[in-house]
């Protein structure tokens, strides 16, 4: 069975930093591109960044680039995503994403989601 | 970036009933057109990608069709659990992977 679980929320001031991790088990996991996408309180989703499986691409959203950072440890089927010079406007549940992927003929986007960790940026 | 508009914003009906939601894209995403279920407290779920192939697992009563700038998610017959909230999310065209704002189904 896929799973995803996240930790690494937590209350942190503006400016401040932290760091988000993603275990994941179940599946290949060093085969698989993946992403964070967070949700603010009562908002609707919002992707925030990709790595693909390798880590040799990476992008992010105009509104995280230059201060946060995805990366990955294949070895330990994770992700992470450190997050520097924090904003009111970063308080949001994070999700870490898998995909998307093909298998054979068929590509799939975001295929699983895991519960989300909530980062609270305030003073 | 590829913009993605839902209507309607809520639509409020009956177990039993149908509910027909629509995903309009600023630009061609060809068929590359998913659709998600979220409750509260939850992650969001797949349920359709490609436009209109359902994910694993998923209930025969949801269906998906379109194509271009133009999609359509119907649940077919209602039932309690299907109240929920539904993003449709492009991958044609990214970096960014975008979503709609979400159409809120609730209970009449």
């Known amino acids: 069975e896929v799973q995803l679980v996240e930790s690494g929320g937590d209350l942190v001031k503006p400016g401040g930093s932290l760091r988000l991790s993603c275990a994941a088990s179940g599946f290949t996991f060093s085969a698989y591109s993946m992403n964070w996408v967070r949700q603010a309180p009562g908002k609707g989703l919002e992707w925030v960044s990709y790595i693909s499986s390798g880590s040799s691409i990476k992008h992010y959203a105009d509104s995280v680039k230059g201060r946060f950072s995805i990366f990955r440890d294949n070895a330990k089927n994770s992700l992470y995503l450190e997050m520097n010079s924090l904003r009111d406007e970063d308080t949001a549940v994070y999700y870490c994403?898998?995909?998307?992927?093909?298998?054979?003929?068929?590509?799939?986007?975001?295929?699983?989601w895991g519960q989300g960790t909530l980062v609270t940026v305030s003073s | 970036e590829i913009v993605l508009t839902q209507s309607p914003a809520t639509l409020s009906l009956s177990p039993g009933e149908r509910a027909t939601l629509s995903c309009r894209a600023s630009q061609s995403v060809s068929n590359y057109l998913a659709w998600y279920q979220q409750k509260p407290g939850q992650a969001p779920r797949l349920l359709i990608y490609d436009a209109s192939n359902r994910a694993t697992g998923i209930p025969a009563r949801f269906s998906g069709s379109g194509s271009g700038t133009e999609f359509t998610l119907t649940i077919s017959n209602l039932e309690p659990e299907d109240f929920a909230i539904y993003y449709c999310?492009?991958?044609?065209?990214?970096?960014?992977?975008?979503f709609g704002p979400g159409t809120k189904v609730d209970i009449k």
């Open positions: 999310h492009q991958r044609h065209t990214w970096p960014p992977f975008t």
């Open positions: 994403a898998r995909g998307p992927h093909c298998s054979g003929n068929t590509c799939y986007p975001f295929d699983y």
